[in-house]
């Protein structure tokens, strides 16, 4: 359902953490370049044997944030918490009734599988299996890295954790937005993170029984989401709407062809025509979904995927590639359609009503010094 009395909810800002540095312009300016981050891994800190990987560079949880209450912090958390310090940093003005009215919606593909094998394996080695670190029980659940954001940043609206393969970003978007049509929020960082770990790199060569895959990579993408009407009174010129999100289950079959008619079903219920969507953008590296938006779209189609340049993101995959679209130059209004397809036959389509960019809008704000502030 995509009813919004009040017009749909508007993206204000968003931020990034990924291969190419951290915030909206690294990222912007290096998928502009068209080089791919993917490189050698350092065997012997990541423990692994002819890996390639798209790493944040210089990534140090306890430079960033300091000291205290990092000592625990797990690097898919530490990604987060930092994303979301870039993003609020460009929201001036926050008090007690931002904090109390903003929620966070967060997406992950299991957390850190780093903290959870880490804790089974110190359980199972021990002398005893209850001879753990307290401190990491934390950072072994799902939602450790939304609740420490929501700690971090004092954001005390709903806090969720979301996780839906690579469709997860905009599963998310569609969570933010039904939080805003039902009164529990009055802005929602929406966002998704995933690192790279040596138990990650594991995992993912076991399910695909040791052949190679593609190169994996890291990251964290995060967008502020609010009402138009919210957005006008705080003087914030909007950079996108959020006019639909759909979900739909391809079970055996054609999958470009059920990617096709997702799309057609998003646009249908939002009253748009195919010929309206100025660009599309897809997730994956997979022909299924390239060929499906190439059919319906033509050279509207945007055949560079953020996948290509900073490796398998996971749940950041669908936000990553949005972000390559917020990011693009425009001088007019367009509609933007962004689809995710992931292995078991699960697609998510998003529509987005794209506003011309301002100079104020692209200009990176200030990043926040975290490092002992406030907590």
């Known amino acids: 359902m995509n009813i919004h009395p009040d017009g749909p909810p508007v993206i204000t800002a968003w931020s990034a953490i990924s291969p190419?540095?951290?915030?909206?312009?690294?990222f912007t300016n290096g998928f502009a370049t068209g080089a791919s981050t993917v490189d050698a891994v350092d065997e012997e800190r990541w423990q692994v044997t002819g890996e390639c990987a798209a790493l944040v560079p210089d990534f140090d949880v306890r430079t960033l944030l300091g000291a205290k209450g990092t000592r625990s912090m797990n690097r898919v958390t530490g990604l987060a918490v930092v994303t979301a310090g870039q993003l609020l940093a460009q929201v001036p003005g926050r008090g007690d009734?931002?904090?109390?009215?903003?929620?966070?919606v967060l997406g992950t593909t299991t957390g850190s599988p780093e903290s959870m094998m880490g804790f089974t394996r110190a359980s199972l080695v021990g002398e005893r299996p209850d001879h753990?670190?307290?401190?990491?029980?934390p950072s072994c659940v799902m939602n450790c890295a939304a609740g420490q954001v929501a700690i971090w940043h004092q954001l005390k609206g709903p806090n969720a954790t979301v996780a839906a393969g690579r469709r997860t970003g905009l599963v998310g978007l569609n969570y933010a937005r039904r939080l805003l049509a039902t009164g529990r929020a009055r802005m929602v960082l929406c966002g998704a993170a995933e690192e790279y770990s040596t138990a990650r790199a594991k995992v993912e060569r076991v399910a695909q029984d040791g052949t190679p895959g593609?190169?994996?990579g890291e990251g964290c993408v995060m967008v502020l989401l609010e009402p138009a009407a919210n957005a006008?009174?705080?003087?914030?010129?909007?950079?996108?709407?959020?006019?639909?999100?759909?979900?739909?289950?391809?079970?055996?079959?054609?999958?470009?062809q059920a990617v096709r008619d997702a799309v057609s079903r998003t646009l249908h219920r939002a009253g748009v025509s195919q010929g309206e969507v100025s660009v599309a953008a897809g997730t994956t590296a997979g022909d299924d979904e390239r060929n499906a938006l190439s059919d319906l779209f033509g050279d509207r189609a945007d055949t560079a995927a953020a996948h290509d340049l900073i490796g398998d993101t996971a749940s950041v995959s669908a936000l990553f590639q949005l972000a390559t679209v917020l990011g693009a130059e425009r001088n007019e209004n367009g509609l933007a359609v962004i689809t995710a397809l992931d292995d078991d036959g699960a697609i998510s389509t998003a529509l987005l009503k794209l506003h011309p960019a301002t100079t104020a809008q692209v200009t990176e704000a200030r990043e926040p010094a975290l490092a002992g502030g406030v907590r």
């Open 20 to 26: 190419f540095g951290y915030g909206h312009n690294a």
């Open 232 to 256: 006008i009174a705080r003087g914030s010129a909007p950079l996108a709407s959020l006019l639909a999100v759909e979900s739909a289950t391809c079970v055996g079959g054609n999958r470009a």
């Open 97 to 104: 009734e931002f904090a109390e009215g903003t929620g966070l």
């Open 132 to 137: 753990v670190e307290p401190a990491a029980v």
């Open 214 to 216: 593609p190169a994996l």
